[in-house]
């Protein structure tokens, strides 16, 4: 029996956390996440025993393969991507429960086809299984996949029953605030929203979940985490990657679309909300809406803009040169697509009224580095404020996301000696050397958590909408500019200069993050 409403925050993975008979079809089933990401997350959900002893995985895609192959297709991402090294014996058995079935998106009897498959692996099973249906496709498909669904009778089987069929939507949830109205609206035609996952995988990381845990399971934070205290707020989502092979889509993308209107938004959301009422995924997720909502929309004026974007040129990343954007492959010479954004945003809530909060992200950055950093007010100058002796600096809670996950407090400390001198100095709490490493992929909870039904980790179609409404106008104005006021910076560094200028304006500059 499903039960509903889980405490994954507090339950973590568990034996308890038994997902029922299920079958998961991936749309896409060929596609570079499927491979990278989703099948070896289900081998490593098998290792742990969490997947239901009825299970299946259908691969479903245009191009006609056959069960056997598809099988070695799956084993081979497993072999090559999954963090534990392959066991046959759980392989074999996981493998006999994969299946492939071929057909268009577009095709309604395709769609009666694979409700036909489905039941017949229920037949043999002799019980109903749960369908989850994992939307992994470039978005142009995504609509007629869902309306096939819906013709086909998939979406609602089961649907005043706990074993009701659920559908995973991948990114990109449209491009822009309208498209990803239309885009809920297409979903909401066809399924309700309690069966509807929107994934965002930043929500799947160990460090995400522990955003929450450190707010609201320690007593000490709660009472400064507010404008009386905190005099800025940092959220840094660096990566040392290029565009790789994916030029196509994200030069129609950008790190605003990519990165920021997603994955940094939801971490300002977890850092930023109001403690919910109870851990349901309901409570938590009114308060993440609550505080998108009540961010101020952005001032885009040249003079003094909220907002920065640039593209990389060539540069060092890690000693060795590397290309700038234009020469990456599939990249039009014309393009005016940004490779890094930054956001200066003022949430308009009693809470944090007047507290700058600056968001960052982009590609070929010096390092490979997310975190978050809440910046508290100076002491006032009294004591240990003259001449040189005193080296302060503002106390900082450093949350870091990946890599080396865990978290730092910078104080102020005496430098032992006769004389009165400080420096700062750094508190650490580091996962890997408290707990191990080896913890599970975003994908591994996020695929544990819809089996179960517990959505808490997942994208309300309101909270997609909030952060859209607030990042379109910006993507209005920069498609309107063009390559006007589209700063450049060396692959490698961190970022442009008038990024840096951003934060000066209030007194303020970007960490260089590291612990
Ligand atoms: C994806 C973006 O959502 O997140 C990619 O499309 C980006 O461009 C990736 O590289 C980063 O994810 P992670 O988990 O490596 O930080």
């Known amino acids: 029996m499903v039960e509903e409403h889980r405490h994954p925050f507090l339950k973590g993975l568990s034996k308890h956390r038994g997902a029922p008979p299920t079958a998961i079809v991936i749309f896409g089933a060929s596609g570079d996440l499927t491979s990278r990401k989703l099948i070896p997350a289900m081998y490593n959900l098998a290792v742990d025993n969490l997947l239901p002893s009825d299970f299946f995985l259908v691969g479903y895609g245009r191009k006609p393969i056959p069960d056997e192959e598809y099988r070695a297709h799956a084993q081979r991402s497993v072999d090559e991507f999954s963090r534990r090294s392959m066991n046959t014996e759980i392989w074999d058995r996981m493998g006999s429960q994969v299946f492939y079935q ?13 409700a036909k498959r489905l039941e017949s692996l229920e037949k043999e099973v002799g019980r109903t299984l749960q369908l989850l249906f994992y939307i992994s496709t470039p978005p142009q498909v995504f609509g007629s996949i869902l309306k096939n669904l819906g013709l086909s009778g998939l979406a609602k089987r089961n649907i005043n029953t706990p074993l009701f069929t659920k559908v995973i939507v991948e990114k990109p949830f449209g491009k822009d605030l309208s498209t990803a109205q239309r885009l809920n609206q297409v979903i909401l035609q066809q399924f309700e929203e309690k069966q509807v996952y929107r994934i965002d995988h930043y929500l799947g990381k160990e460090t995400v979940q522990d955003l929450l845990v450190h707010r609201f399971a320690n007593a000490i934070f709660e009472p400064i985490w507010k404008r009386e205290f905190v005099d800025c707020v940092q959220i840094t989502v660096a990566e040392e990657l290029g565009v790789g092979s994916r030029g196509g889509y994200y030069d129609q993308s950008g790190a605003l679309r990519d990165m920021i209107q997603n994955h940094t938004m939801q971490l300002l959301s977890l850092i930023a909300m109001e403690p919910p009422v109870s851990l349901d995924p309901e409570a938590i997720r009114d308060e993440k809406v609550k505080v998108i909502k009540a961010i101020q929309p952005l001032a885009l004026n040249v003079e003094d803009s909220d907002v920065v974007r640039a593209r990389y040129d060539a540069g060092l990343i890690g000693g060795n040169p590397v290309p700038g954007y234009l020469d990456a492959k599939g990249i039009p010479d014309d393009s005016a697509t940004e490779t890094y954004a930054a956001l200066r945003l003022s949430i308009n809530n009693w809470r944090w009224k007047g507290v700058p909060f600056y968001l960052r992200s982009g590609k070929r950055m010096a390092r490979r580095v997310s975190e978050i950093a809440i910046q508290f007010k100076r002491p006032p100058g009294i004591l240990f404020s003259e001449g040189t002796r005193f080296d302060l600096a503002p106390n900082t809670m450093v949350l870091r996301i990946q890599p080396d996950e865990g978290s730092t407090l910078l104080l102020n400390a005496k430098v032992p000696g006769l004389e009165t001198r400080t420096q700062p100095v750094k508190m650490h709490f580091h996962y890997e050397t408290t707990f191990g490493s080896n913890t599970p992929e975003a994908y591994e909870r996020l695929i544990l958590d819809s089996m179960i039904g517990d959505n808490t980790l997942f994208i309300r179609g309101d909270e997609t ?11 209005e104005h920069w498609s309107a500019c063009g390559v006007d006021g589209l700063e450049k910076y060396a692959a490698g560094s961190w970022g442009p200069l008038a990024s840096e200028r951003l934060l000066w304006t209030n007194g303020h500059e970007w960490r260089r993050p590291g612990f």
Do not use: I, M, N, R
């Open 465 to 475: 909408e909030a952060s859209w409404k607030l990042v379109t106008p910006v993507l």
């Open 102 to 114: 071929s057909g268009g998106y577009d095709d309604p009897d395709a769609f009666l086809q694979l």
